[in-house]
């Protein structure tokens, strides 16, 4: 099946202090890609939609100028968090849209753990 | 806000138990919905799947039924395990093919032996 890969894992920043996460498709290319972020004990909420080659569309609620989306190429998006405060710490997952199954399937990344202190 | 939402936030089974997850959706355009089991710390892990001009489908221990008439989604796991351990999310694809899949809040399922 479809691979999305995440990196990194996990990461502990400093308040104040930017991050980017990288969601990569491995083996096939994806025009759409998704990101979530995850509280603890709580579920996924989408945050934007990434397409390639043009801006990302923002969840209401979601700041756009905080979280930065980038989708320059077929196989990558990548999502900064700016200006990052402990309140940003959560869990980041992204998805990635492939053909499979019969339908267009959504694949997901390992996630990311961010920590801000 | 969210517009999938489960009816347990936790169940507790005996390993070899039949396991049954429900789950709500308010959408009445959504075609298309899919189970997704996530294990602490890790990304959702497909389960199974079913377009909504389907009201049953089968897999590997699992059965997904759906019943479009009251808007309700189950995950039937059969012969629970405690590899089965984890939480457990439907969400809902509302538009078309290519829009992002709605969570909703999941249900923990514990197995124990």
């Known amino acids: 099946g479809a691979v999305v890969s995440q990196h990194p894992s996990w990461v502990i920043c400093k308040s104040g202090t930017s991050v980017k996460i990288e969601c990569r498709s491995l083996d096939f290319q994806a025009t759409t890609m998704f990101w979530y972020r995850q509280f603890p004990k709580q579920s996924l909420m989408l945050m934007a939609t990434s397409n390639e080659g043009s801006k990302a569309t923002y969840e209401q609620g979601v700041e756009k100028d905080k979280f930065l989306i980038n989708h320059a190429s077929l196989t990558l998006s990548t999502l900064t968090v700016t200006s990052a405060h402990p309140e940003d710490s959560s869990f980041y997952i992204c998805?990635?849209?492939?053909w499979g199954r019969g339908e267009t399937e959504a694949f997901f990344g390992q996630g990311t753990r961010l920590t801000v202190v | 806000g969210e517009s999938v939402g489960l009816h347990l936030p936790t169940l507790s089974v005996q390993e070899g138990d039949n396991s049954i997850i429900n789950c709500a959706y308010s959408n009445s355009a959504s075609d298309y919905f899919i189970w997704y089991k996530q294990e602490s710390g890790k990304g959702p892990q497909f389960i199974i799947d079913i377009r909504s001009n389907m009201d049953k489908r089968q897999g590997q221990r699992v059965t997904v039924l759906l019943n479009k008439t009251v808007k309700h989604l189950s995950l039937q796991i059969a012969a629970t395990q405690p590899g089965d351990s984890a939480v457990y999310f439907c969400a809902e694809r509302q538009d078309q093919a290519g829009t992002a899949l709605i969570f909703g809040k999941g249900t923990t399922l514990s197995v124990s032996s």
């Open positions: 998805s990635a849209l492939s």
